[in-house]
């Protein structure tokens, strides 16, 4: 057993191999174009008999059951399972692995049914080589901000109902719309070894990885890409990226070099708060999770043939929630936790909208709370209640009924004040 706080990072390639088998046994080359190299990169915690790791994933989102894929992975190596704060970019130009997405498929080669099957096992063996270096840490965390990089694309017009604003650039917003808000914090957590050596950074910021979309159909790392850049090339130090409350926030700029500005942009101002930092003791690592049952959103049954109808987005995917939910009309939604000392991070499914990631900072009694979204396609959109009654897209994507938000919120802020005592800032 190693006491005190404990912490490695590693990173494995999950860019799709274009070399596939056919049903036949034949070998059938794929046709997208690899613009970036795809990585999942973790941070592996452990303190005593706690556990826990952060795995950031190039990628739109991960399926149903890919927790459990992972750990099966890890038990066939011989390692027990722990808690693991699983968090997909929402990379528009990366492969999904089977049916439920709710995106546009710009390119049905980028269905990969067996995708999350290859993936779970790299980072099962990237996670286990982790094991191998763990070593002893003292940890800070510090916040700063990147403006200028994002706008919320819900615009309210004077009758109150949403228009969205898809790119900024093209489509300046009229005088009249009201412009919502957005959570431009950077959140920057510092390993440094006992001996004062930095050895990597985990770093929170939302907004849509949307900067590529010139290149659907292709695969890109987008904007996140380069936010590692900066560390590496600049520092030579690992780093793990979150997505924060990205479920309203999009780049305020895309294609061509977008992705590279917004990014540099981003690290550059969390490379900054990173140099800031001097981690000076070894906080306490404890893990938690509440498991919370919020109602599902109720949709009519869309035909059949939706399932296979890449054309119609939202009918597609509200066949899903219909097969989905349709015998069991609730959502388990698993908050994780994991605190260390006086900074929490805490895990939720779905795209947060910016005011809930917010609320749930503000509402925290711990110094530094970290608000992660987790994208995926059982929850998608978590709108809060009035951005169902002004419409837009949304709402018209998320698995959640109107009501759930708020539970969720509440919920969150709950669990953060059961874990701690106010702290003086």
């Known amino acids: 057993m190693r006491t005190g706080l404990h912490a490695a990072f590693t990173d494995v390639d999950i860019t799709p191999d274009q070399d596939r088998q056919t049903a036949a046994g034949k070998k059938n080359n794929r046709s997208y174009p690899i613009y970036d190299p795809l990585k999942a990169r973790i941070l592996l915690l452990q303190d005593g ?31 027990a399972p722990f808690p693991t704060l699983f968090c997909p970019s929402h990379i528009g ?10 995106i546009m498929i710009f390119a049905q080669d980028l269905i990969i049914e067996n995708y999350e099957d290859e993936i779970s096992n790299r980072i099962a063996e990237g996670i286990q080589h982790a094991f191998e270096k763990l070593a002893p840490v003292r940890m800070a965390s510090r916040a700063g901000h990147a403006p200028d990089v994002c706008y919320n694309r819900r615009f309210i017009k004077p009758d109150g109902l949403v228009h969205m604003v898809f790119n900024r650039q093209e489509s300046p917003p009229d005088p009249g719309w009201i412009e919502q808000g957005i959570d431009d914090e950077v959140s920057v957590l510092r390993f440094d070894s006992l001996a004062g050596e930095a050895i990597g950074a ?6 849509h990885a949307l900067c590529s979309t010139d290149k659907y159909g292709g695969i890109s790392a987008d904007y996140p890409r380069y936010v590692a850049d900066v560390f590496g ?16 926030v999009v780049p305020i700029e895309r294609d061509g070099w977008a992705a590279r500005r917004i990014g540099r942009s981003v690290g550059a101002q969390a490379l900054y708060v990173f140099e800031q930092i001097k981690p000076e003791s070894t906080p306490a690592m404890a893990t938690h999770q509440l498991d919370v ?15 296979f109808n890449f054309k119609a987005m939202h009918n597609r995917y509200h066949r899903f929630l219909y097969e989905w939910y349709e015998q069991n009309p609730t959502i388990r939604y698993p908050i994780k936790v994991i605190t260390l000392g006086d900074t929490a991070l805490v895990h939720m499914p ?9 609320a749930i900072k503000e509402a925290s009694p711990f ?4 608000v992660i979204s987790r994208p995926t396609r059982e929850v998608a959109y978590v709108p809060t209640p009035e951005a ?3 419409g837009g897209m949304e709402p018209n994507l998320a698995a959640i009924a109107p009501s759930s938000e708020p539970l969720i919120r509440q919920a969150a802020i709950d669990v953060l004040a059961g874990l701690r005592e106010p702290v003086a800032v």
Not at 93 to 102: D, H, K, L, Q, V
Not at 235 to 246: C, D, K, M, S
């Open 49 to 79: 008999d706690d556990t826990a790791a952060v795995v950031a994933v190039d990628g739109f989102e991960l399926g149903i059951g890919f927790d459990e894929k992972v750990a099966a992975a890890l038990a066939a190596r011989g390692i």
């Open 93 to 102: 130009s990366t492969p999904i692995s089977n049916y439920g997405a709710y």
């Open 202 to 207: 985990f770093i929170n910021f939302g907004c």
């Open 233 to 248: 090339e600049v520092a030579g130090l690992p780093i793990v990226f979150a997505q924060g409350g990205l479920g309203d």
């Open 293 to 307: 049952e919020i109602p599902a959103r109720v949709w009519p049954e869309e035909p059949e043939e939706m399932r």
């Open 350 to 358: 779905g795209e947060l909208f910016h005011e809930t990631a917010l």
């Open 367 to 370: 110094r530094h709370t970290v």
């Open 388 to 390: 169902f009654e002004q």
